[in-house]
């Protein structure tokens, strides 16, 4: 399978405690997106890099969040401090090209106890 | 950020097309306007996207008002697979503004 790949499918954590999520695009892609989804709403774009580069974030995206892109590969995500609001399905996507289909990977589904 | 609005929920009958509206009336003339598609517990699927012109792909056809102020997908002959939460997204240099969708629901 060439799709997106998501790392865990799943995580339960305490309040407090720190999580970290990874994406792995589809190869050759050199975007890379991450976005939020909460129950019965759509997703909610975070942040997105170009290869290594992380062009914009979202106002949505805390102090306590960080995401990197190291070699313009793989991406991960790290929520700092958890908080139950941030308890939401985290998806990433991956585009070839501006104005370009976005390819999703499966998410990964955070509860925060 | 361009907004779009689509009903909250259609229903169609197996075999028949479906049209599913959008207005997106504060795009800009070079945003793309995006269709994607998401079942229970999955990410969102691509369907389709265009600029300006109507566009046909083997999943979907995509109607761009001249205005461009709204948009049609048409679903030439739904099957229960098709029964999911659509999203037509307007492109901001490759942001994506999603709304609430519309539920589309296929009955046999």
């Known amino acids: 399978d060439t799709g997106v790949s998501q790392d865990p499918r799943h995580k339960i954590t305490k309040r407090g405690q720190n999580v970290t999520f990874r994406c792995d695009p589809i190869?050759?892609?050199?975007?890379l997106y991450w976005y939020r989804q909460t129950l019965g709403q759509g997703p909610e774009f975070l942040t997105y890099?170009?290869?290594?580069?992380?062009?914009?974030k979202s106002r949505l995206l805390s102090d306590r969040f960080s995401a990197e892109r190291p070699k313009g590969s793989f991406s991960t995500l790290e929520i700092q401090r958890t908080e139950q609001g941030d308890s939401a399905m985290y998806l990433c996507a991956s585009s070839p090209a501006t104005n370009g289909a976005q390819y999703f990977g499966p998410g990964t589904r955070l509860t925060v106890l | 950020d361009a907004k779009t609005t689509q009903p909250n929920s259609m229903e169609s009958n197996e075999e028949e097309p479906v049209h599913l509206p959008c207005n997106h009336s504060t795009i800009s003339g070079t945003d793309y306007i995006h269709w994607y598609r998401q079942l229970p517990s999955q990410g969102p699927e691509y369907v389709i996207h265009g600029l300006t012109s109507n566009v046909n792909n083997r999943m979907a056809s995509l109607a761009i008002a001249e205005d461009r102020k709204s948009s049609t997908l048409i679903l030439h002959r739904a099957t229960l697979r098709d029964a999911a939460v659509y999203y037509c997204i307007s492109d901001n240099f490759n942001k994506f503004y999603f709304g609430s969708g519309t539920k589309l629901n296929v009955k046999p």
């Open positions: 190869s050759e892609h050199n975007r």
């Open positions: 890099f170009q290869n290594e580069a992380q062009l914009e």
